[in-house]
C-alpha cells in the first residue's frame, strides 16, 4: 500500500469509514509523486482534508472487484482528485447521485476547477440541488453552512476561471460553475432557515 496516499485518504474521510479506507487504499498503485495540498473541511464536526491532487494510476479492476459499495464510492471519492481530468469525471460519474455527507466537499471541490465538461456533468448530475426539501439540496445545504470559507474559495474559483477561460464562451450568469455557486447558495439558506425554526 502506497503510505503516502493511505496517510492522505485517512485524512480524507471520517473515521468510522477508516476500515473502509484501508480496504479502498489498498487497490492503489503506488505513485513516484506524494498528494499535493489539501482543503480542509468540515463534516458532521470532523475535520477532514480533501487531497488536491493524486497522482496514482488507476487501479486494475480485478483489484477493485471485491470493494462493498462503500469503499468503491471512497475509491471513486479519491480518484475525483486525480491529475487527469478525464480520470476525475469519469469516477465523479460514479458518485454524483450519492449524497452521503462525506462525498459532497469532493463534489464541490470539483466546481471550483477550470475543467468545464466537468462543471457541466456536476450542474447535471445534480438535478435536484434547486428542489428544496431533496436530498442534494439538504445534503449540499448542511455542507456548506458548516463551510462558508470552502464555498467563499470555490465561488473565487469559479470566477477566475471563468474571466481567465470562459469569459468570451458565456455571460457570467449562464457560466455552469456560477449557476451552482448560486445554487448551492441557495441551499445553504433553506438549510439555515431550517435550523433556525
Not at 482543503?39 to 483489484?63: C, F, K, M, N
Request: net charge negative; aromatic share 10%.
Amino acid at each position: 500500500m502506497d503510505a503516502n496516499l493511505y496517510s492522505a485518504a485517512q485524512a480524507a474521510f471520517p473515521a468510522a469509514l477508516a476500515d473502509d479506507v484501508r480496504a479502498a487504499a489498498q487497490t492503489v498503485p503506488e505513485a513516484r509523486l506524494r498528494p499535493a495540498g489539501s482543503s480542509t473541511v468540515w463534516v458532521h464536526g470532523e475535520q477532514l482534508a480533501i487531497p488536491y491532487r493524486l497522482y496514482h494510476s488507476e487501479p486494475r479492476e480485478d483489484l477493485t472487484a471485491h470493494l462493498s459499495a462503500v469503499q468503491a464510492k471512497i475509491l471513486h471519492c479519491l480518484y475525483t482528485r486525480h491529475h487527469d481530468g478525464h480520470v476525475r469525471q469519469r469516477h465523479l460519474a460514479q458518485i454524483i447521485e450519492a449524497t452521503d455527507s462525506w462525498i459532497v466537499p469532493f463534489v464541490v471541490q470539483l466546481i471550483g476547477e477550470p475543467v468545464l465538461e466537468i462543471v457541466i456533468a456536476i450542474k447535471d448530475g445534480l438535478v435536484d440541488l434547486d428542489l428544496r426539501g431533496s436530498p442534494d439540496h439538504q445534503a449540499y445545504g448542511r455542507f456548506v453552512a458548516d463551510n462558508p470559507d470552502f464555498l467563499l474559495l470555490t465561488s473565487q474559483r469559479v470566477a477566475s476561471y471563468w474571466d481567465c477561460y470562459y469569459r468570451n464562451k458565456f455571460p457570467h450568469r449562464y457560466y455552469p460553475g456560477r449557476i451552482l455557486i448560486g445554487s448551492l447558495k441557495d441551499a445553504v439558506a433553506t438549510y439555515r432557515d431550517a435550523v433556525d425554526e
